[in-house]
Antibody, heavy 121, light 106 residues
Framework: EVHLLESGGGFVQPGGSLRLSCAVS????????MSWVRQAPGKGLEWVSG????????SYADSVKGRFTISRDISRNTLYLQMNSLRAEDTAVYHC??????????????WGKGTTVTVSS | DIQMTQSPSTLSASVGDRVTITCRAS??????LAWYQQKPGKAPHLLIY???SLESGVPSRFSGSGSGTEFTLTISSLQPDDFGTYYC????????FGQGTKVEIK
């Protein structure tokens, strides 16, 4: 069974940094693209970033480009999201999501429960 | 950027009703569209991909149709467990979600 377990969320001041982690199990990590999707309180879903199975291809939403970096550690079966220069509008639950192929297509078939990031002074 | 617009924003229906949710894309996305269900406090769950393909394990009362810019999600006979918020998502160019449709059971 596929499991995605996010961690690393918390409270941070504007301008600060956080690194989110997502430990995966139940599938061959390198065979699937991964994504981060966030949901602000009471709001809808917003795709944040994606990475191919090999890790060679990454993509970002305009709202986070230049501030966030997605990466994956194959030896640890872990996905990361390094978030810098955080803003109040980055406050959200961040979900780790598995893709349906090694090439990042945007389709997401299994979601983690998420980790909460709060950016406030 | 491709914008996705869902309608209605909220709907209330009775058990057994046929329910239809519409999703419109700001430009053609071929059939690169998915539908997700999210229940309060839970992660979203994939229902439909490639506009009309049913994800494994999803009840057959759910169906999707459309191509280009107009898409629909239909629940043929609404069940008590179908409450929640439904999102469409385009994955033709990066990824964009609709604003969601909240389904309530009367």
């Amino acid at each position: 069974e596929v499991h995605l377990l996010e961690s690393g969320g918390g409270f941070v001041q504007p301008g600060g940094s956080l690194r989110l982690s997502c430990a995966v199990s139940g599938f061959t990590f390198t065979n699937y693209a991964m994504s981060w999707v966030r949901q602000a309180p009471g709001k809808g879903l917003e795709w944040v970033s994606g990475i191919s199975g090999s890790g060679r291809y990454t993509s970002y939403a305009d709202s986070v480009k230049g501030r966030f970096t997605i990466s994956r550690d194959i030896s640890r079966n872990t996905l990361y999201l390094q978030m810098n220069s955080l803003r109040a509008e980055d406050t959200a639950v961040y979900h780790c999501v598995k893709g349906n192929s090694s090439a990042w297509s945007g389709l997401m078939d299994v979601w983690g429960k998420g980790t909460t990031v709060t950016v406030s002074s | 950027d491709i914008q996705m617009t869902q309608s209605p924003s909220t709907l209330s229906a009775s058990v057994g009703d046929r329910v239809t949710i519409t999703c419109r894309a700001s430009q053609s996305i071929s059939n690169w569209l998915a539908w997700y269900q999210q229940k309060p406090g839970k992660a979203p769950h994939l229902l439909i991909y490639k506009a009309s393909s049913l994800e494994s394990g999803v009840p057959s009362r759910f169906s999707g149709s459309g191509s280009g810019t107009e898409f629909t999600l239909t629940i043929s006979s609404l069940q008590p467990d179908d409450f929640g918020t439904y999102y469409c998502q385009q994955y033709n160019l990066y990824s964009t979600f609709g604003q969601g449709t909240k389904v309530e059971i009367k």
